[in-house]
């Protein structure tokens, strides 16, 4: 017996496009969450929030607070300050997940883009789900029946 690392020995396709990678990831996250479109739909904006506007909103925080309190010059370098803190801690945890992951750093920042997208995916899996719409993967039509709540 033996292990081996394949690192870069193997090649994975599974989606040509977006679109085909669009219905499949709607199949799996709708199985991931039991079929709920309740259950889709808190996740899609938990990731929306968490993953793009509360990093947006840090990015802003930081210029927009020392312009609203320009007037108290301590206070705004202390907002301006917890602001570029609070962007270097998330930058620095998306830098680990990516080191940690083998992706090229310079991907962390687009975990903002990537968190949008998500949500899109999860949003459009829960209103098919509402409206009993089948996802088509893979040359099969996927009936995934009545929503569950």
Not at 62 to 80: F, K, S, Y
Request: glycine share 10%.
């Amino acid at each position: 017996m033996g292990l081996f690392f394949a690192d870069g020995l193997f090649h994975c396709r599974m989606y040509a496009d977006w679109t085909q990678f669009r219905r499949g990831w709607k199949r799996i996250y709708t199985e991931a969450a039991s079929r709920k479109a309740k259950r889709l739909s808190a996740w899609g904006l938990r990731i929306r929030w968490l993953g793009t506007i509360f990093p947006l909103w840090m990015l802003a925080a930081g210029p927009l607070g020392a312009l609203i309190i320009a007037r108290d010059r301590d206070a705004r370098w202390t907002v301006v300050a917890l602001s570029v803190v609070g962007l270097l801690i998330w930058l620095g945890a998306l830098a680990r997940i990516t080191w940690l992951a083998h992706a090229p750093q310079w991907t962390a920042p687009l975990h903002i883009v990537g968190a949008w997208l998500t949500a899109d995916v999860l949003g459009e899996a829960a209103r098919d789900l509402r409206s009993r719409t089948p996802t088509q993967w893979g040359g099969r039509e996927y009936n995934l029946g009545a929503d569950k709540a």
